[in-house]
């Protein structure tokens, strides 16, 4: 099974719909990651503000953040290399890496259409 861990910089929440504006780069990994979860594909995630000891504990991001500053954050890690710093992977780059169909990482549509018919009444 393969695996991906995100290591994310300190923010409120990993949605991006929280603060004054919403951050569509997030939304769109937490799609994804949300997609992710529902296959065969473990998926980690931390966050520099509530999980600061995942940082601590892995060597490879203790050292990025020691040479680079928090400017390297997000780092994106699979199957424990490092593939991606200072920005989340694409859509694309995810699919390959982990041998997933690009299709498979978009939300699919469940709702339905239903035709409406509206009666004017002209009262005179």
Known sequence: MKKIE???PAMCCSTGVCG???DPELTRIATVISQL???VVEVERYNLTSDPGHFVEN???NA???SK???CLPITLIDGEVKK???YPTNEEISKWLEVNLED???KSKTATMPITLNIINNK
Do not use: R
């Open 69 to 71: 500053g928090t400017d």
């Open 6 to 8: 995100i290591f994310d």
């Open 64 to 66: 990025l953040l020691m």
């Open 85 to 87: 710093i200072s920005s």
């Open 20 to 22: 004054p504006s919403v």
């Open 59 to 61: 060597q490879q991001i």
């Open 105 to 107: 990482l978009k939300v």
């Open 37 to 39: 979860k529902k296959g």
